[in-house]
């Protein structure tokens, strides 16, 4: 193998997964939803990040819609 290698003819190409990488964000979460993921994930052998991520993109693909209602006795 060679020790050095002329990378200034090299094509530059754009990186194909760069519109499929994961952004990080922050989120407060329930308790008790975290633990439910985190079971579920232990149970799958996947990481719980990663099934909240294939819960929510289900989520998108299928166009579901969540009806709010706010119970006005508990506030």
Request: charged share 30%; aromatic share 10%; net charge positive.
């Amino acid at each position: 193998m060679k020790k050095e290698f002329d990378l200034s003819k090299m094509k530059v190409r754009k990186n194909p997964y760069a519109g499929k990488l994961k952004k990080p964000v922050t989120m407060r979460l329930s308790e008790d939803v975290i633990e439910y993921f985190k079971s579920m994930a232990e149970d799958a052998g996947v990481p719980y990040q990663s099934l909240i991520n294939l819960y929510l993109r289900d989520c998108v693909l299928q166009h579901r819609k969540i009806e709010i209602s706010w119970d006005s006795s508990t506030q």
